[in-house]
């Protein structure tokens, strides 16, 4: 789909996140990425609102003012609510605004329709997750935490997400078209991807301390992939997950713990492999900015088991491999065309392609 741009004029907008770094968190990356591609490619700028209480702030990150919320409620978010914006982003993700699973934070939307209506202001929501109610079997929308969800869609001037299977759900609640458009890789993207030949012999698994199911729940599958496709190092980045006792036989493992985004874009263009354990997301994983860097980095990329991700583009055996037996038939030539075939997914839905869908619906 081509996103039409209407002239950029001066616009500063808020962006409302639950963090931000130092502090570890995925949509805290994704809206400073995000922050600053719209003030590098549209002019637009960004004063961030954090949303989790008794963070230490820096006032400023990357350029950007950022607000803390004092408190949970209607007066303290009007008290430190900017007064010269001309839009509302809202990255929501239910987790870091709950406090419980009966706890649904309704002030939240009372608050926005306020300063909405007040200032004119456009609203625009992220939806990184939907409120799940897991119990044993049990699995569905949470039935009070996402009356909240639903109220923020209906009150949004647009309604955007990453998951297909999200869209369809929040299509119900508001009765019209909702964006859709896969997560971008948050650690960056480089210039240049190298063909699988020119890499090394090197698997790489990284992301937050979620990880540890690849080795707990896949070291078997992990093992056999690294024998198929000749892996003679794992590159485990992240913090340190204590690996220790686990049996990599004749595999090298090297713990690089945290690092930063310039090193880790290096490891990637020089491993042949990444892998991740999304199974506990499945038909997600075109929202997984570990598998996005993967793909943005030329990488095969290798999911623990199938995930019906169809809906999102993303096809097995297409786009990504998983550690069965059907493995060893593919060749280095059918290796790099599933890397390549990644790889122009991910560039369809890009940074740069991820800020033209919010900047047409902020300034059009």
Not at 47 to 69: H, R
Not at 148 to 159: E, F, I, M, N, Q
Not at 336 to 348: E, G, L
Request: net charge positive; proline share 6%.
């Amino acid at each position: 789909m081509l996103w039409n741009i209407p002239e950029t004029r001066a616009m500063n907008i808020v962006q409302i996140v639950p963090r931000l770094p130092p502090y570890t968190d995925g949509v805290g990356d994704y809206s400073l990425r995000l922050a600053e591609q719209l003030l590098k490619a549209h002019g637009i700028t960004t004063q961030f609102l954090a949303f989790q209480q008794g963070l230490k702030l820096d006032p400023m990150i990357n350029g950007f003012p950022v607000i803390g919320l004092p408190a949970h409620n209607l007066d303290a978010f009007l008290s430190v609510f900017p007064k010269d914006v001309d839009a509302i982003l809202v990255h929501y993700s239910n987790y870091p605004y709950l406090r419980g699973k009966l706890d649904a934070p309704f002030w939240l939307v009372d608050a926005l329709r306020l300063v909405v209506r007040q200032q004119s202001l456009k609203l625009v929501v992220m939806f990184h997750e939907l409120p799940r109610l897991k119990f044993k079997a049990l699995n569905i929308l949470n039935p009070i935490q996402s009356r909240v969800s639903c109220h923020l869609a209906k009150l949004a001037t647009t309604v955007i997400t990453d998951s297909a299977k999200f869209q369809a759900v929040l299509e119900q609640w508001v009765k019209h078209p909702v964006t859709c458009i896969p997560d971008f890789s948050t650690i960056g993207e480089p210039d240049r991807v190298p063909s699988l030949a020119e890499r090394q012999r090197r698997l790489i698994i990284f992301g937050g301390s979620d990880r540890h199911r690849a080795y707990k729940n896949y070291l078997p599958e992990l093992l056999y992939t690294c024998q198929v496709l000749g892996i003679e190092e794992i590159c485990d980045i992240g913090k340190s997950l204590n690996l220790q006792d686990y049996d990599f036989q004749n595999i090298r493992l090297v713990e690089k713990g945290f690092q930063p985004n310039e090193a880790v874009r290096q490891l990637l263009l020089n491993s042949l492999a990444g892998f991740l354990d999304y199974s506990r997301f499945p038909g997600d994983l075109g929202k997984s900015s570990v598998f996005a860097s993967f793909c943005a980095h030329g990488l095969i990329p290798l999911s623990s088991q199938y995930n019906p991700s169809e809906a999102d583009g993303l096809e097995m055996k297409k786009h990504y491999l998983i550690p069965d037996k059907r493995l060893k038939e593919f060749n280095l030539s059918q290796l790099q065309t599933v890397a390549d075939n990644a790889n122009k997914w991910y560039n369809r839905h890009n940074l740069t392609e991820n800020t033209k869908v919010f900047t047409s619906h902020l300034i059009g």
